[in-house]
């Protein structure tokens, strides 16, 4: 959850989607290709991109994991982990059309700076310096804060 409960969550990230597949019976034969490291790194250079940035604005700084205890080897997501390419899901607060014009921009600008700082990463090199550890340590979702919940201003 964000530090203010109050709050609600711009975005949620996951570079999880299946089970370990050496572990996972009917899936070992991904078990040398999967590389949850990174996936893990792909989403902590996301993560830490916004978070450089949630000081000029507070939306990128409500950043959350996505819930952990998803097996989804049949989806797509699922199924590049398990042929070895870093997966990274921005599930993305207010997919519907009753937020205003300028906060939907905030939001398209939140995955902007995100997937800006995951490409940058990568094309540097830098990516393969971010300790995957990280990853565990980014805020969980907690539970839907419900309608008594204040919103960011719109800037």
Partial sequence: MPDDPNKWVTLS???KFV??????????QYADDYDLDY???LNVATYDALQDKSDKNPLFGNITLYPQDINLPGTGL???A????????YEVRGQTQTLGQKYREQLT???????????TSI??????K????????IPPRGPSIGSTATTVDEP
């Fill in 109 to 119: 600008q939140t995955v902007n700076t995100g997937l800006d700082g995951m490409l």
């Fill in 123 to 128: 094309a540097t090199g830098e990516v393969e």
């Fill in 78 to 80: 699922g199924s590049f």
């Fill in 82 to 89: 398990l042929n070895g390419s870093g997966s990274v899901l």
């Fill in 130 to 137: 971010l300790d995957p550890a990280d990853y565990d340590a």
């Fill in 13 to 15: 990230l996951s570079g």
């Fill in 19 to 28: 089970d370990d597949p050496a572990t996972t019976p009917g899936y070992e």
């Fill in 39 to 41: 996936a893990k790194q």
